[in-house]
């Protein structure tokens, strides 16, 4: 009895030190949708019922939805952003101009009546009666006839006809690769509200935040077609492509799809004649699809070894990173590039075996940062885009390229990135809105590379080790939930007993460098020098005259710990000796030794981000 007593109290007081913030909620959405679709015009009508679920502390007289499509008009934000960025997106933009002087038309500007994307809301009610709205751009206002009380579930009904744009971004008609509809923001989405308020955002470029919640979604069109998408599909039997016994199902002319999905906060689909459709299933259970078009051997050959490779990816990145929680997950030809839906992704197909596998690996990983951890992409851009980066190059070079693990620093590219981005001016801090950034070039490279370099180099202050118990520990935490990074950085203090506050503060908030130096050594001292104003600690190897290696540690006084030893094979056999703390308001350390030196080196594994590697060793003459 006393055993069970002591491991209940274990488990109780490991569960408070690590519990989501106090009073969290999160909200929730049903969604049951009805969509018929003239696949000649490239319009739908649609209906849907949603049941939104106030779990907030306080009632809501208003409520908005997301009307994405309506971006793909002349005089929209988005066409107004493309003409004005100093590099807008090559797929959204047309360079009238020379290489040397551009002059950038949107893409939007040109769009005909015909060609343009729009919803429009016919009949909306609220638990019956009928409520105010009115259309703002990309959002939808409703006013609501009672307001839904905190605690309580309101059941919206909604019909809205709409047009699919031509391809521009991410979703839209006949893609460059001849796929017919790429259906990803393709309905009223109903908007974010959470303990910072609604998340209002216009459709400028950028990505999402949304409500998890389950997704019952019946699609009528052309019995022709082949349809990819989110959820699992219902009635493989009566459609096209997906089983060798089907016998598609037809009512004046059209077949009726049916896909379901549990605890998602987005669905996305695509559908073209031409599609085919392949499977496999992971060890761990995952049934991954691919959807594609065929369009010679090289490109079947290679979906074919992608779609070997993406099993195998669900199998290692559940075990590094949580387990995949979902029984699908489908890889479906569509959309401009690559772009990451609720158990689903769009991907252009037309690849080399790299690239696709580099784009798949992407994507689905996603299924952890930003699907498993409903994370606000318009705000922590690169908490969702860099952690998703730094799963996919962990994954790609153990899967693909077969390196398993590297000794040294494995995102070293992305670190090479930060650093051009950090020496160009053009660096702005990691915390601005994902939309504000004065270039494409600022915000890609802080929010894929960067935010891969903060990740990698959070196991360089805490120990690889305490990193690799973090990102499981947060899955526990924060899965199917909505965590800031705040909250990353509260469950890595927790597992490594270190303070984090000054390097998140620093890294993320600012654009500080880091940029240490051996500055003398003379025999037996050894002087290190911060040249920057952005502290860290050091790991020193030192050579001696002798042959043989000493690991000196230099905590940094404000982590308030020290990291544990670290496996890499270079530090094996070598002693490691923890120094006194660092001060980051003292720009020198210096080290007192018993026997001479011949070489020093600080950080071997290449995972501190120095600007300025070149001082960064010393070797006797």
Do not use: C
Request: a negative charge.
């Amino acid at each position: 009895m006393r055993k069970l007593f002591t491991l209940a109290f274990f488990m109780l007081v490991n569960t408070l030190l690590f519990a989501q913030r106090a009073g969290y909620w999160q909200q929730a959405v049903d969604y049951k949708m009805d969509i018929d679709v003239d696949e000649e015009k490239y319009q739908y009508r649609g209906k849907m019922t949603l049941n939104y679920s106030n779990n907030s502390n306080q009632s809501l007289s208003k409520v908005y939805f997301h009307l994405y499509f309506n971006a793909f008009q002349p005089g929209s934000m988005m066409d107004y952003r493309l003409a004005n960025i100093s590099d807008p997106d090559s797929r959204m933009a047309t360079n009238l101009g020379t290489k040397d002087n551009p002059k950038y038309q949107s893409r939007i500007a040109t769009l005909t009546p015909a060609q343009i994307g729009y919803q429009k809301v016919d009949a909306l009610t609220v638990n019956g009666k009928a409520a105010t709205y009115k259309i703002d751009g990309t959002l939808l206002v409703v006013d609501l006839p009672q307001a839904i009380e905190a605690g309580s579930t309101a059941r919206f009904e909604m019909q809205w006809t709409a047009q699919v744009p031509e391809q521009i971004r991410r979703s839209g008609r006949n893609s460059k690769e001849g796929v017919a509809l790429s259906m990803a923001q393709w309905y009223p989405k109903m908007a974010h509200f959470d303990e910072f308020g609604w998340h209002l955002d216009e459709y400028i470029a950028r990505e999402f935040v949304a409500p998890f919640g389950d997704f019952d979604v019946t699609i009528h069109l052309n019995k022709d077609y082949v349809i990819g998408g989110s959820g699992k599909l219902q009635n493989p039997l009566s459609v096209k492509g997906y089983h060798k016994k089907a016998k598609v199902i037809a009512e004046d002319g059209k077949a009726t799809w049916h896909f379901k999905a549990e605890n998602i906060h987005d669905f996305v689909w695509a559908a073209d004649p031409n599609f085919t459709v392949d499977s496999a299933q992971s060890k761990g259970g995952v049934t991954v699809y691919t959807v594609f078009l065929p369009t010679n051997k090289e490109v079947k050959d290679n979906w074919k070894t992608a779609l070997s490779l993406a099993t195998e990816f669900f199998d290692y990145t559940s075990a590094r990173f949580g387990a995949y929680p979902w029984p699908t997950y489908s890889i479906v030809q569509g959309g401009d590039g690559g772009m990451e839906y609720g158990t689903a992704t769009l991907v252009t197909g037309g690849r080399n075996i790299k690239s696709l596998v580099g784009v798949i690996f992407h994507e689905a990983a996603h299924s952890w940062y930003q699907h498993l951890f409903g994370i606000n992409e318009t705000v922590d851009e690169w908490f969702d885009e860099g952690f998703t980066s730094y799963v996919q190059e962990l994954a790609f070079q153990h899967l693909f390229e077969k390196k398993g693990a590297l000794e040294t620093n494995p995102v070293i590219d992305a670190y090479r990135a930060y650093y051009k981005l950090a020496l160009s001016g053009k660096e702005e801090p990691m915390s601005l809105l994902a939309d504000y950034y004065n270039s494409n070039y600022a915000y890609s490279n802080e929010a894929y590379n960067k935010g891969q370099v903060l990740a990698e180099q959070l196991g360089y202050i805490i120990g690889k080790e305490n990193l690799q118990k973090t990102f499981l520990k947060f899955y526990d935490v924060w899965k199917l939930k909505h965590p800031t990074p705040n909250d990353f950085k509260r469950i890595a203090e927790e597992v490594s007993g270190i303070n984090l506050k000054w390097y998140f503060n620093l890294f993320i908030n600012t654009t500080r460098t880091i940029d240490y130096g051996v500055t003398s050594v003379n025999d037996q001292e050894i002087l290190i020098t911060n040249k920057s104003n952005f502290a860290m600690p050091i790991d020193l190897l030192v050579h001696y005259a002798d042959g043989t290696k000493e690991l000196f540690y230099i905590p940094l006084r404000e982590m308030r710990g020290e990291k544990p030893a670290e496996n890499f094979s270079m530090y094996e056999g070598v002693k490691r000796t923890v120094l006194e703390d660092w001060f980051w308001t003292k720009p020198t350390y210096s080290l007192k030794l018993e026997k001479k030196v011949a070489k020093v080196e600080i950080d071997p594994s290449q995972r501190l981000a120095d600007i300025e590697s070149s001082n960064n060793s010393y070797v006797q003459p």
